[in-house]
C-alpha cells in the first residue's frame, strides 16, 4: 500500500508538484488587519506581496487548525491510503509539528477502530526546506520506499538539507527578533543583505554581503563547498516578490555545471509574511557535517539502550 504525503502550507510547493504527487496541505492561518486568511486557499502569494507595503499593521501567522490535519487523514482514508507521512516545518520556528501531534491524537480518538498508521516528522527546516524532503519522499515512493524506509530517510538526511535565505526586507528580521534595530539601519544605509540558515532548529543569520551580486556569488561558492552530488538530484530555489532574482541564480548554477533538476517555487504567503519582499532562498543536501555527526551519535546510543 502507497504513502499518502502530507505537510503544512510553509512547504511552499508548488501547485503542479502537489497535483503530481498528490500531497495534502494544512493551510497556516495570516492575520492582515483584523481579517484571517487561510494560506494558498483565501489569498494569493501575489495579492500578498503586491499589497504588502500598504498594510497599516504587519501581518502576522499561526498554526494549521487540527480541523486541517484531520481533513488530510480523512481524504487519505478516502483514497484508500492506510499510511500517512506528514513533514512539517521545524518545530523550533513554528506550531505547526505540535499541531499535527494534536491532531493526530484527535482523529485517534474520534476514530478508534482506524487502522491507518500516521506519523509525523519533525523537518527542522523552513519552507522549501521541508518542501525538498517531501518532494524526494514523493520520489522515492515511486521508486517502491516502504513507509518505513521513507520515514528512516527523513530521520536521516532531515538534518543535511541545507538552506540560505536572503533577505531584501530587513524590518521582517528586525520584528523577528533576529537582528537589532541599530543594525538594520546600518545594513539598509549600507545595502547589506543578511543570508540566514538553519542552526539547532532555528533561523540564524550566517553571512551579510553588500549588494545581490555577492549574495549569488556566496550561494555559489557555499553550493560548490557543501553539495553532497550523490543525495542531490535536485535543488529548489525559493522567492517572494522577484522572480528574475531566482532565475539569476538557476542561471548560476547551471553554469557550474550542475547536472540535477531545478526547480523554482515561490515562497508562499506564510512564510512571506516573515521574510518579505525580494527574499531568496536555495535548498540542496549538503555532505555530512559536525551536526549530523552529533546526531547519528545519539542515535546509535539510543538504539543501542533500547
Not at 476514530?111 to 500516521?118: D, E, L
Request: glycine share 6%.
Amino acid at each position: 500500500m502507497k504513502t499518502k504525503l502530507m505537510a503544512d502550507s510553509t512547504c511552499d510547493l508548488s501547485q503542479e508538484i502537489l497535483n503530481r504527487y498528490n500531497i495534502c496541505l494544512a493551510p497556516l492561518v495570516i492575520s492582515i488587519e483584523g481579517k484571517e486568511y487561510r494560506d494558498r486557499i483565501d489569498i494569493s502569494n501575489d495579492e500578498f506581496y503586491k499589497n504588502l507595503m500598504t498594510f497599516k499593521s504587519y501581518p502576522t501567522t499561526s498554526m494549521p487548525s487540527p480541523e486541517s490535519y484531520i481533513a488530510c487523514i480523512h481524504e487519505a482514508v478516502e483514497q484508500g491510503y492506510e499510511k500517512i507521512l506528514c513533514i512539517c516545518m521545524s518545530s523550533g520556528t513554528s506550531g505547526s509539528y505540535q499541531g499535527a501531534i494534536l491532531a493526530k491524537e484527535l482523529y485517534y480518538e474520534q476514530n478508534p477502530k482506524s487502522n491507518i498508521q500516521f506519523e509525523i516528522i519533525d523537518s527542522v527546516s523552513m519552507s522549501h526546506g521541508s518542501g525538498w524532503l517531501i518532494m524526494k519522499c514523493a520520489m522515492l515512493i515511486e521508486n517502491g520506499y516502504t513507509f518505513e524506509e521513507l520515514i528512516e530517510y527523513c530521520e536521516t538526511i532531515k538534518y543535511r538539507i541545507k538552506h540560505f535565505l536572503s533577505v531584501d526586507d530587513l524590518d521582517s528580521l528586525i520584528r523577528s527578533g533576529r537582528l537589532s534595530n541599530a543594525r538594520g539601519v546600518i545594513g539598509k544605509l549600507l545595502n547589506v543583505k543578511p543570508i540566514m540558515s538553519m542552526k539547532n532548529t532555528r533561523g540564524a543569520v550566517v553571512a551579510k554581503k553588500r549588494g545581490t551580486r555577492h549574495v549569488y556569488n556566496y550561494y555559489i561558492q557555499e553550493f560548490n563547498n557543501r553539495v553532497d552530488y550523490e543525495q542531490t538530484n535536485f535543488v529548489i530555489i525559493g522567492y517572494t516578490s522577484d522572480i528574475n532574482k531566482a532565475e539569476n541564480l538557476k542561471a548560476l548554477l547551471l553554469k557550474i555545471e550542475f547536472k540535477g533538476d531545478i526547480y523554482i517555487m515561490q515562497m508562499g504567503v506564510a512564510v512571506g509574511t516573515h521574510v518579505g519582499l525580494g527574499g531568496l532562498s536555495m535548498f540542496f543536501v549538503e555532505k555530512p557535517h559536525e551536526d549530523f555527526m552529533h546526531h547519528m551519535k545519539e542515535k546509535i546510543i539510543k538504539q543501542i539502550h533500547s
